[in-house]
């Protein structure tokens, strides 16, 4: 009893992570009804950024240019490389402002169960990347989740495999975090990976 | 540091309802890399919408023709028209199968405090066609909440100093609910409008 184009625009918004039918409806409605302005700007967003956005050569992360600004700046550190999940994890990173090496974002994690193996996180690229001459260090910045550790282990074994220096961030307590509140787990790593003073 | 066309997306994800600055970029980077065709059929089917969805000159739900397929049914029984806030609830009272009226969409409820008053849902056109001479019975059909109360209570009044025969959907315990676990709001309504056997 849905007009088509309605029925049509709902199920477009399932492709969304997260949306559901119910949520779809709701995002359709408002669109249609309360922000028409901001649907049209979604639809050309979309087309423009389908259009201009590809993956830089080098780090993988999404960019406008072959190249992108990160990987193409001269004031790099190119002999260290972190290879993060996602963009968003590129941009923390860089939000730390203590880091001013190179990157490479894998856009995923290991995770077979959902279809996402070695071919899908680009694994083969990675490695050519790590063994330009170039890079000495490899940081391991992938999330500390079960499928984040998993993508750690099996590329830190790849490129020792090929000699070169894998390092990984440090576990620990949080910053600001009170034992009594931290995980067992995450303690247990803190006593583990003691600094010595 | 992120490309511009990224950025674009990034923030044109953001009208929709509920999605913050994280939600939108992992809704981007899930487009971009995992369901560049869903995106396609996405920006496509929003200037589909955009284009091809007017509202009902009747009931002012979403529809492609000039009178959506409810209103020009000839098996609908026209005296009785239901009122409702959304498209979702149109769906919901179908589903049940138990109401062959016509309906009138206000596509929202009375909030003042979001902006959204008398003009927003419609109420003019609303009582111009209860008044079309064969509506005999206006059953207000928004929801529960504070909003959509002040909403019926609004249009019953109004639609009753014009002579009309209003009804608001029943309140009570819902099928299968179980007194202890119902709100005492729910159970003192129930008792209230109970019905005589």
């Known amino acids: 009893m849905q007009p088509a184009a309605l029925e049509s625009l709902i199920n ?5 992570p997260g949306v559901g039918p119910k949520s779809a409806a709701r ?3 408002h ?3 309360r922000d028409r302005r901001g649907a049209e700007t979604l639809a050309g967003a979309l087309g423009h950024a389908l259009t201009h956005l590809h993956h830089c050569r080098l780090c993988n992360n999404f960019s406008e240019a072959e190249v ?11 002999r260290q490389l972190a290879v993060v999940e996602m963009p968003a994890d590129f941009n923390m990173m860089e939000a730390t402002q203590s880091y001013n090496g190179l990157y490479f974002v894998l856009m995923g ?3 077979p169960l959902d279809g996402i193996g070695p071919r ?3 694994l083969d690229r990675l490695i050519n990347r790590a063994l330009d001459g170039t890079v000495e260090e490899v940081i391991l910045a992938t999330n500390f989740t079960p499928e984040g550790e998993a993508t750690a282990h099996t590329i830190g074994e790849l490129l020792k495999a090929r000699g070169l220096k894998v390092s990984r961030l440090a576990r ?3 910053v600001g975090g009170e034992l009594e509140y931290v995980d067992s787990g995450t303690l247990a790593q803190a006593v583990r990976d003691r600094r010595a003073l």
């Not at 477009?12 to 969304?16: F, I, K, P, W």
């Open 12 to 16: 477009a918004l399932r492709v969304l």
């Open 27 to 29: 995002m359709a409605y």
């Open 31 to 33: 669109l249609l009804q």
């Open 68 to 78: 992108c600004e990160v990987c193409a700046s001269t004031r790099r550190d190119r």
């Open 109 to 111: 994690r290991l995770s």
């Open 120 to 122: 899908e996180i680009h």
């Open 172 to 174: 620990g307590v949080p």
